[in-house]
T-cell receptor, first 114, second 113 residues
């Protein structure tokens, strides 16, 4: 059973537009949530991590929120660039150490067009 | 420069052949992982290694085995590969205790014909 669901599955935006990616999960316990960016043919690169209830983080044009009560996170990308074209993967960790498991969503494929 | 290196990057094998995927890291991370990534699915954990000769099965270990004889090196072995093992395989590493993100390699794309 999939424990991390991402939406939309794919998204096309024009350069300069903003977009929002969603992540819903049922992982318990939910120690932390991390967003990764995966360029085509590459590995995953961490963008941001959220740990506490109602956490909000910002990393340049990327910002994220976490609602632990609703088990929901959003990733906002502002003023998209062509280089933002990638798959964005939501990952929920059930513990703070490597003894825990990471639960991966299938990703949202973002395509930014000129 | 912190890096996880996977070799080879691309591999084509025939069904029934043996496959060796290699992963190395230069950060002395205790914990290393092997995942596979298939279209429409999240990464699935094959094996996790907590240190040298301390390996545990993940969620989909059947058809795979691993070897970790040095902390910086973690191998994934497919004895008699099957066509349904065609996938992209990712290795990752992280410190055991802290909450830093795992560092991923760039993947090995394996095709079993």
């Amino acid at each position: 059973k999939t424990q991390v669901e991402q939406s939309p599955q794919s998204l096309v935006v024009r350069q300069g537009e903003n977009c929002v990616l969603q992540c819903n999960y049922s992982v318990t316990p939910d120690n932390h949530l991390r967003w990764f960016k995966q360029d085509t043919g590459k590995g995953l690169v961490s963008l941001t991590v959220l740990v506490h209830e109602n956490d909000k983080t910002s990393n340049g044009r990327y910002s994220a929120t976490l609602d632990k009560d609703a088990k929901h996170s959003t990733l906002h990308i502002t003023a998209t660039l062509l280089d933002d074209t990638a798959t964005y993967i939501c990952v929920v960790g059930d513990r703070g150490s490597a003894l825990g498991r990471l639960h991966f969503g299938a990703g949202t494929q973002l395509i930014v067009i000129p | 420069d912190m890096k996880v290196t996977q070799m080879p990057r691309y591999l084509i094998k025939r069904m029934g052949e043996n496959v060796l995927l290699e992963c190395g890291q230069d950060m002395s991370h205790e914990t290393m992982y092997w995942y596979r990534q298939d279209p429409g699915l999240g990464l699935q954990l094959i094996y996790i290694s907590y240190d040298v000769d301390s390996n545990s099965e993940g969620d989909i270990p059947k058809g795979y085995r691993v070897s970790r004889k040095k902390r910086e090196h973690f191998s994934l072995i497919l004895d008699s590969a099957k066509t349904n093992q065609t996938s992209v395989y990712f290795c990752a590493s992280r410190n055991r205790e802290d909450n830093q993100a795992p560092l991923f390699g760039e993947g090995t794309r394996l095709s079993v014909l």
